[in-house]
């Protein structure tokens, strides 16, 4: 007897395994750590023989699913208020269309790929076990993965065999792989019922949740009660669905769940979404592999998200001219496309995939639901990664048409888009340099004729003259080099043969750099080989920034600089715009240069106003660095800016890597403290528009808040005024002071008569302690031992390990500033610290109490949210003694500081605001009960979030 011949591995029919997730980065299979809490959908990618790819572009396979990913995994709060669909960490796609592969049925020629696998599952739907082509591999292949606490689903015929993988799945797993099923308009015929569903000896009801979505009335009614004699639990609903062929199965659960269901609307992928935790979607390949040392199996994973946007050319590169006479133009596919323009140059994109070889227009298949100008600009996003915001669509301008691109059976509706930036500073001419490693570069017309085919170049002449007429009647600027096709020409056979140059009339604007494209002129001007002093090298010009409150003695402490310091050349820089108060004879007799400049704020491109510059002050510290004449610079800041900002402006790095920081360095920040008025500004209820101090409109600061991030940012804080108080006085400002910032030298004085050395050279300033900025906070964390309660003062750090209903501590937080019990005997005056809020459990939340004010804002994630692969090098180490399962780092961490404190009522208050036990356990319900009790800072924070995640990247700069 012969021995029957055994399947080789490498045939092996399997499946293909796609994995998106919503996250920092993407799916990571962990060692053989379960993969928890995932949806994983069965399903087929093939097409019917009337359904099979045409010649144009196509997406990858999973495209298709990318726009419902998004919408399951990346929901943001106020979906999942509306929401009955369960909260899912990954969504698995089980892509059965490989699995024709190795097949005797794949063999033949009469039958399409999607005719092999509907015999393959029929073969499933008459028989009661899992045959070893098709069923058998599959189960394989999903009890390799580790699946834990899964959600499966599948619709139509896929039901079947996703019904017998459950029974194998459970009879060896006791149900820990799934926990529940979706069926969607299952096609169960009677055998497989009988076989299947039907016990045979045992009349034992499975506890796993069935959720069956039927077409009609009559398959329910036919097949509901044998279900459910095996899965007694789960929902039942007749949903129709016409155009089942072109619905997936997942939308239509999601518009089921969602409780938003649509019969025809899909959802689309927008591959610049972020929800407003900054997460965004990812795709990952996943295969299981044996090691070939360990003889254990592995889950491999790749991340492909690149592969969501690219096309896959299904025709010959070129047809010759002759063949797009046969092309019937009324069935083939219709594109919208953008010629995207900046001054006399345009842009042509090129794949970095070898989808396609040289330079092509950028254009997409149009969705219904988006206009014209929107699919325009989303093929310029998709084929550049550019912003959507850095192009703009041209008034008055039409579109023309592009037939038969590079040979391909499309027609392309050609939009003309401007560039919304300038281009970089340097001679226009460098922007005709190409970059291979980029998607995109810019060409003269006479260089894209060079790149295009004929056809396309027929388009683009006729464009060229659109748009030069629209130059010459001022519809368009201009300007950067002129209008695209001034120097257009005609050819002959592919040369050059005549011009039309002079058909533009108006004369293009002269280009000049702007001030931000080159901000640090000065500096790149310096020779640095000059600045060297005594033998110590490299000098760069020490700064020291005074801030503090209109009248606080800011210009006394600086005449007082300028009195008693000889030898010494300093330049002074004044912001504020008030009057100089120093008289003239110190200004000559010590030679000090003094500017005065108003305040300008300029942004840079990403918008977001944490990474706003002073541009004025940038420019003038560069200019006297540059002279190198100046041993010292004092900068008077205005009354009402924060100390962070400006010191930031000493980081900044232009394109070539020049920093301001290269030629001066702050040396000292010294805030001036008017010691008479400081506990009842403190106290004070006004915001700076009651003073009319406020920066612009929206400038909506406290008095108070900005008192204390005056001090609390400080090196120095010099205690002024201290002649019109008493020691007792006195004494509390110093206690609260040092209270707020224990870091900070604390020296008394009148009139502003303080040593020199101690703010001037004093070196205290460091940028990376100064990020870290909350140094109070890290006194308590790890181990500072508090001084004796002097004059009532005293502060504590209140902790707990659960977070706080927003409604009961944002009632317990007017009751502190109002003073109502149990905060009627203790005197809050100052709290700052980090909150875990159950509405936003993801997000830190940022505390601070402020004389009469409070804020409750949202910072960054956990550190806990983020997958450790993306975790600097060291965070694990220092956050340690703050990490703590199964929550990592969130906690509550707040200081609070004030007179007489009745620290253990206070910290009672607090606890009654956290969830209990009992209600930890329902943490897929915290922001739904949240919402329903009235959350006080749910419309804030989830605008805040959304619009902290439109465009821009920030570090995670964490406790």
């Not at 990490?883 to 009522?905: A, F, H």
């Amino acid at each position: 007897m012969s021995r029957k011949a055994r399947l080789n591995k490498s045939e092996w029919c399997l499946p293909l395994l796609y994995v998106f997730t919503g996250d920092y980065g993407p799916f990571k299979a962990r060692d053989e750590a379960p993969i928890d809490g995932t949806l994983v959908l069965l399903t087929s990618t093939l097409k019917d023989n009337d359904d099979r790819k045409k010649e144009g572009d196509f997406n990858h396979s999973m495209y298709r699913y990318a726009g419902l990913a998004q919408k399951i995994l990346l929901k943001d709060y106020e979906d999942e208020r509306h929401s009955r669909l369960d909260s899912h960490q990954n969504l698995l796609i089980v892509d059965v269309a490989a699995m024709v592969k190795g097949t005797d049925a794949d063999q033949s020629d009469e039958k399409s790929p999607a005719d092999i696998l509907r015999s393959l599952i029929e073969g499933e739907m008459n028989s009661s076990s899992l045959m070893k082509g098709f069923g058998k591999p599959l189960l394989r292949i999903i009890q390799r993965l580790h699946l834990h606490n899964a959600t499966f689903v599948a619709e139509g015929s896929m039901c079947c065999v996703l019904l017998k993988l459950c029974n194998e799945l459970l009879g060896v797993s006791s149900g820990s792989v799934i926990s529940q099923l979706y069926l969607i308009h299952p096609i169960l015929p009677a055998k497989f019922v009988n076989n299947v569903l039907v016990p045979g000896s045992s009349n034992s009801k499975l506890e796993l949740p069935l959720h069956l979505i039927f077409q009609d009335e009559k398959t329910r009614a036919k097949r509901l009660s044998m279900i459910r004699h095996t899965f007694p639990k789960g929902l039942t609903e007749v949903i129709p669905f016409e155009g089942a062929a072109c619905k997936l199965g997942l939308n239509f659960l999601l518009s089921i769940m969602s409780n938003n269901y649509s019969n025809d609307e899909d959802v689309v992928y927008d591959p610049e979404y972020y929800n407003c935790l900054g997460k965004s979607l990812f795709l990952s390949s996943l295969s299981v592999e044996m090691n070939k040392y360990t003889k254990q199996y592995e889950r491999i994973t790749e991340d492909i998200t690149a592969d969501l946007l690219i096309k896959v050319n299904c025709i010959p590169s070129k047809m010759e001219p002759s063949d797009v006479t046969a092309i019937d133009w009324m069935t083939c596919e219709r594109h919208i496309g953008a010629l995207v323009l900046r001054g006399n140059r345009c842009v042509l994109v090129r794949s970095l995939t070898g989808q396609w070889s040289g330079m092509r227009i950028p254009s997409v298949l149009p969705n219904a639901s988006e206009s014209a100008i929107d699919t325009a600009i989303r093929s310029v996003v998709e084929f550049t990664g550019v912003d959507a915001s850095e192009v703009m669509p041209i008034k008055m301008l039409s579109p023309v048409t592009v037939f038969a691109p590079n040979g391909r059976n499309i027609v392309i509706e050609l939009h003309p888009l401007y560039a919304s930036s300038p281009p970089p500073d340097g001679p226009l001419e460098d922007q005709d340099m190409e970059d291979e490693d980029s998607p995109y570069d810019w060409y003269l017309f006479e260089n894209a004729a060079k790149k295009l085919d004929e056809r396309s170049m027929a388009a683009m002449r006729t464009m060229s003259a659109a748009l030069i007429e629209a130059a010459n009647v001022g519809v368009l600027p201009s300007k950067w080099g002129g209008v695209f096709g001034q120097e257009a020409a005609v050819t002959d056979m592919g040369t050059i043969i005549a011009s039309n140059r002079n058909q533009l009339s108006v004369k293009p604007e002269d280009w000049e750099p702007t001030l931000q494209a080159d901000i640090l002129q000065e500096v790149r001007k310096i020779d640095f080989s000059h600045l060297a002093r005594k033998g110590s090298g490299h000098f760069k010009l020490p700064v020291t920034l005074l801030s503090g409150f209109l009248g606080a003695g800011k210009t006394t402490l600086m005449t007082h600089i300028l009195t008693n310091y000889n030898n010494l050349k300093i330049a002074i820089l004044v912001n504020d715009m008030g009057v100089i108060n120093i008289d003239a004879a110190l200004l000559k007799k010590h030679s000090v240069s003094i500017t005065q400049k108003e305040e300008h704020m300029v942004e840079l491109s990403n918008g977001c106003i944490c990474c706003t510059l002073r541009e004025d002050l940038l420019v003038e510290v560069a200019k006297i660095a540059a002279q190198n004449t100046f041993d010292y610079l004092l900068i008077e800041s205005t009354g009402v800016s924060e100390p962070m900002p400006v010191a930031e402006t000493f980081t900044f790095e232009d394109s070539t890597g020049l920093r301001l920081g290269d030629v001066a360095k702050i040396d000292t920040l010294v805030t001036v403290v008017d010691g008479s008025r400081f506990l009842s500004e403190l106290d004070c209820i006004q915001t700076l528009r009651d003073r009319d101090w406020h920066a612009d409109s929206e400038d909506q600061r406290t008095i108070s808040h900005l008192l204390c991030d005056q001090v609390e940012f400080a090196n120095v804080v010099v205690l002024n005024k201290c002649d019109l108080i008493n020691n007792d006085e006195t004494n509390r400002v110093k206690r609260l002071i040092q209270q707020m910032n224990p870091t900070a030298r604390l020296i008394e004085s009148s009139y502003c008569k303080v040593p020199l050395d101690q703010v001037l050279g004093t070196g205290l300033f460091s940028m990376s302690e100064a990020e870290k900025h909350d140094g109070w906070l890290e006194d308590g964390r790890f181990g500072h031992t508090p001084e004796t309660i002097e004059y009532g003062i005293s502060s504590f750090i209140y902790r707990a390990r659960k977070p706080f209903w927003p409604h009961k501590i944002n009632l317990a937080l007017e009751d502190m500033l109002n003073q109502a019990p149990p905060y009627d005997k203790s005197i809050i005056l100052r709290s700052k610290g980090i909150v875990w809020l159950a509405s936003f459990p993801d997000v830190q939340g940022h505390l601070s109490v402020a004389g009469h004010h409070f804020s409750v804002s949202p910072g960054d994630p956990w550190w806990a949210e983020i997958d450790r692969e993306y975790w600097p090098e060291g965070l694990e180490t220092a956050l340690k003694p703050l990490w703590k399962e199964p929550y990592g780092d969130k906690q509550q961490e707040i200081v609070i500081i004030g007179q007489n404190l009745d620290i253990e009522r206070i910290t009672e208050c607090l606890d009654a605001c956290l969830l209990q036990d009992e209600d930890l356990k329902k943490e897929a319900f915290w922001n739904k009960i949240s919402l329903d009790e009235g959350d006080p800072f749910y419309q804030d924070w989830y605008h805040a979030l959304t619009s902290a995640t439109n465009g821009h990247d920030h570090d995670h700069n964490h406790h």
